[in-house]
C-alpha cells in the first residue's frame, strides 16, 4: 500500500464544474495536511492547509479531512482553465518533519 | 516578502563531475528541506534541516550526496561523480517549524539537472 495514494487522472471538468480530488493516506499519525498546485514546468504552490476533522474553505477551495477514514479532498468551485494543474496532497507527521507527497492529480478544465 | 531562492535554475554537467546546489530560505524559517523529482515522477524527500539539530539525512538516495546549512540560513546540496540517474529538479522548501501553520513549507523554483 503506497503511504499517499491519488487518483493520478487525468480528471477533466467543464469550465464551470466543480472539481473534486481524492486523496488517501496510511499513516494515522498525520496531523497536518496539505494541498498543493504544480503547473507543468513549475515548483509546488501552497494552495490550502487542514488540520482538524469537517470542511475548510478558502476562496474557490474547499479541503475536506476525515481523519478516522484517512481521506482528505479539495473541492474546486467554478473551475477554470487557469486552474489546470497537478495538484498533490501531502500528509505531515510533525515527528517526521518532512511531507510525504501523492503522485499527484492532474485537472484539466476545458472551456 | 522574499520567497525562497534557488540557484542555478539550470545546471548542466558531464557524468562524473560534482555539482553544488544552492538554497535561501524565507527569512526566519527555521526548517529546510531538500527534495528531488524526476521527469514524470512524484516528489522524493531528500533531507532536512531543523535549527541546530542533526539534519534528518534518510532520504539521501548514496553516499554522493550530501548537503549542509550554514549558520542556520543558506543551504548547499553537493552531488558528487554524478550520474544520468540524479538528473531532475531539485527543490528547496523551507517552513517556520513548530505547529500548526508553522508547519507550512513554501518551494524555491527548483534547479533544473541534466547529467550527459
Known amino acids: 500500500q503506497k503511504e499517499v495514494e491519488q487518483n493520478s487522472g487525468p480528471l477533466s471538468v467543464p469550465e464551470g464544474a466543480i472539481a473534486s480530488l481524492n486523496c488517501t493516506y496510511s499513516d494515522r499519525g498525520s496531523q497536518s495536511f496539505f494541498w498543493y498546485r504544480q503547473y507543468s514546468g513549475k515548483s509546488p504552490e501552497l494552495i490550502m492547509s487542514i488540520y482538524s476533522n469537517g470542511d475548510k474553505e478558502d476562496g474557490r477551495f474547499t479541503a475536506q479531512l476525515n481523519k478516522a477514514s484517512q481521506y482528505v479532498s479539495l473541492l474546486i468551485r467554478d473551475s477554470q482553465p487557469s486552474d489546470s494543474a497537478t495538484y498533490l496532497c501531502?500528509?505531515?507527521?510533525?515527528?517526521?518533519?518532512?511531507?510525504?507527497f501523492g503522485q499527484g492529480t492532474i485537472l484539466t478544465v476545458h472551456p | 516578502g522574499a520567497g525562497v531562492s534557488q540557484s542555478p535554475s539550470n545546471k548542466v554537467t558531464e557524468k562524473g563531475k560534482d555539482v553544488e546546489l544552492r538554497c535561501d530560505p524565507i527569512s526566519g524559517h527555521t526548517a529546510l528541506y531538500w527534495y528531488r523529482q524526476s521527469l514524470g515522477q512524484g516528489l522524493e524527500f531528500l533531507i532536512y534541516f531543523q535549527g541546530n539539530s542533526a539534519p534528518d539525512k534518510s532520504g539521501l538516495p548514496s553516499d554522493r550526496f550530501s548537503a549542509e546549512r550554514t549558520g542556520g540560513s543558506v543551504s548547499t546540496l553537493t552531488i558528487q561523480r554524478t550520474q544520468q540517474e540524479d538528473s531532475a529538479v531539485y527543490l528547496c522548501?523551507?517552513?517556520?517549524?513548530?505547529?500548526?501553520?508553522?508547519?507550512?513549507?513554501?518551494f524555491g523554483p527548483g534547479t533544473r539537472l541534466t547529467v550527459t
Open positions: 501531502a500528509p505531515f507527521r510533525a515527528s517526521y518533519g518532512k511531507l510525504t
Open positions: 522548501a523551507s517552513s517556520l517549524a513548530g505547529g500548526g501553520i508553522s508547519y507550512e513549507q513554501y
